[in-house]
């Protein structure tokens, strides 16, 4: 069979400048990968990939540093928004930001996480929320929900002795220093296109020098979930949107005025 010629002009998708070439290794349906082009699309089309600084934690979000085509760094566990303090102090003039997962972000590194926001840091982070640790093992997390059965929990979390989920996005919004927190999905093309917005505006909030700016990204695991990637995507929508309920949280009215 004779090889297809695509025409450059009829060209509507193709591998963005920012992203490498390596094969992605996420197991089939995670929506790690959606986010991590997303990124790359958005610091592509603002021409500020040679000025970007991502930190990279641990988990599954550590391979960030594979594919998105930018310097990085790897933090300890749940020390990402410290290391990316010490960066933008260091670097005013790059754009720094962390991409971190539920447990990373909201467990371990929560004081990190916290704190950053109430000292206002001109940093970014992109915060991936599967509800379950992904990488090693798939114990219960901060954000997996009343019920939800884990490596951990396997009758379900049971919150009388486990406690309730966090939900990080409403907690930092009631922080003076946060100047843009957004919860989005990943779930389907629509939400996947109002979450390449935020994230340009999370962006964008930094590069203004606007303060600490946060995008929550609900997210798939369907090897953690048990589930197909088509069924992982259903429950999401059915499940976690409901205990995460999608939208602004706090755009500071310097924010609201950028014109993007």
């Known amino acids: 069979m004779a090889a297809t010629i695509v025409n450059p002009e009829n060209l509507v998708y193709s591998r963005p400048k920012g992203f490498t070439d390596m094969p992605s290794?996420?197991?089939?349906?995670?929506?790690?990968?959606?986010?991590?082009?997303?990124?790359?699309?958005?610091?592509?089309?603002?021409?500020?990939?040679?000025?970007s600084i991502g930190v990279a934690p641990v988990g599954c979000a550590v391979f960030a540093y594979n594919y998105i085509d930018i310097d990085f760094v790897e933090a300890a566990h749940g020390r990402a928004p410290a290391m990316a303090t010490g960066i933008k102090r260091v670097l005013p003039d790059r754009v720094v930001f962390s991409y971190q997962g539920d447990g990373d972000l909201a467990s371990i590194g929560m004081a990190e996480t916290v704190h950053a926001a109430a000292r206002g840091e001109n940093i970014t982070i992109i915060f991936i929320n599967n509800a379950i640790y992904g990488m090693t093992g798939g114990q219960m997390a901060p954000t997996t929900l009343p019920g939800m059965k884990t490596t951990s929990s396997p009758n379900g979390r049971d919150v009388e002795t486990q406690g309730y989920p966090i939900r990080v996005s409403e907690m930092l919004a009631t922080l003076d220093g946060a100047g843009y927190i957004v919860r989005r999905s990943l779930h389907d093309p629509k939400n996947i296109r109002l979450a390449k917005k935020a994230i340009r505006l999370a962006f964008e909030t930094q590069v203004h020098g606007l303060g600490f700016s946060m995008v929550e990204l609900l997210s798939t695991c369907s090897t953690g979930w048990g589930m197909t990637p088509v069924e992982s995507l259903a429950w999401l929508e059915e499940h976690m949107i409901p205990a995460f309920p999608l939208g602004d949280y706090k755009i500071a009215s310097s924010v609201a005025a950028l014109k993007i």
């Open 25 to 51: 290794h996420y197991c089939p349906g995670c929506t790690h990968g959606t986010a991590q082009r997303l990124v790359a699309e958005v610091l592509e089309e603002m021409n500020i990939l040679d000025k």
